[in-house]
T-cell receptor
Framework: QKEVEQNSGPLSVPEGAIASLNCTYSDRGSQSFFWYRQYSGKSPELIMFIYSNGDKEDGRFTAQLNKASQYVSLLIRDSQPSDSATYLCAVNSLHGSSNTGKLIFGQGTTLQVKP | ETGVTQTPRHLVMGMTNKKSLKCEQHLGHNAMYWYKQSAKKPLELMFVYNFKEQTENNSVPSRFSPECPNSSHLFLHLHTLQPEDSALYLC??????????????FGPGTRLTVT
């Protein structure tokens, strides 16, 4: 089982619709969850992070976290063609008693917003 | 300059060459990371430095040698690479590399081609 799983897509939505991107993870001890946006040929850009169960809203973006189900999602309202990109889910991974952590990335979901 | 910078942005090298990638962060962070991104694969963590100390070596071949002289600078020294090492190499930084895994910010990347 992959540590962080995302549907690779492409997910195609019409302009103005809500895009829903999903991610599941395997490490029950994970505490920090991140969404990155990556345009083709560019580096990942952090757009949202969430640490607590529930919803976190920032502009047109809403991150949702359900630790019991080991599930995190990203909703994009009023989708625009400029939102077309690959969205990477990242989850922190703990090292037992070590104080160090690292991020594990999913393979990303490609979103296409059609005008 | 602000954020995380990387040089060079593009590099073509032969299998017998020696080259170095440079990363610099202007965010006042204490942790720096090297990632490899190949086509159709998730981001792969290579190395983590926390307060100049290497805390993670993700089973990276010895032909990749990192160096972190201070919290703001990170290098990746390359020698006798293989064609399969061709990829986008990304540097990132965060406040610390700890259990809470503070959010990471990426540089623009170096596109490496090994011929």
């Amino acid at each position: 089982q992959k540590e962080v799983e995302q549907n690779s897509g492409p997910l195609s939505v019409p302009e103005g619709a809500i895009a829903s991107l999903n991610c599941t993870y395997s490490d029950r001890g994970s505490q920090s969850f991140f969404w990155y946006r990556q345009y083709s040929g560019k580096s990942p850009e952090l757009i949202m992070f969430i640490y607590s169960n529930g919803d976190k809203e920032d502009g047109r973006f809403t991150a949702q976290l359900n630790k019991a189900s080991q599930y995190v999602s990203l909703l994009i309202r009023d989708s625009q063609p400029s939102d077309s990109a690959t969205y990477l889910c990242a989850v922190n991974s703990l090292h037992g008693s070590s104080n160090t952590g690292k991020l594990i990335f999913g393979q990303g979901t490609t979103l296409q917003v059609k005008p | 300059e602000t954020g995380v910078t990387q040089t060079p942005r593009h590099l073509v090298m032969g299998m017998t060459n020696k080259k170095s990638l440079k990363c610099e962060q202007h965010l006042g962070h204490n942790a720096m990371y090297w990632y490899k991104q190949s086509a159709k694969k998730p981001l792969e963590l290579m190395f983590v430095y926390n307060f100049k100390e290497q805390t993670e070596n993700n089973s990276v071949p010895s032909r990749f040698s990192p160096e972190c002289p201070n919290s703001s600078h990170l290098f990746l020294h390359l020698h006798t690479l293989q064609p399969e090492d061709s990829a986008l190499y990304l540097c990132a930084s965060s406040h610390q590399a700890n259990r809470d895994s503070y959010e990471q910010y990426f540089g623009p990347g170096t596109r490496l081609t090994v011929t």
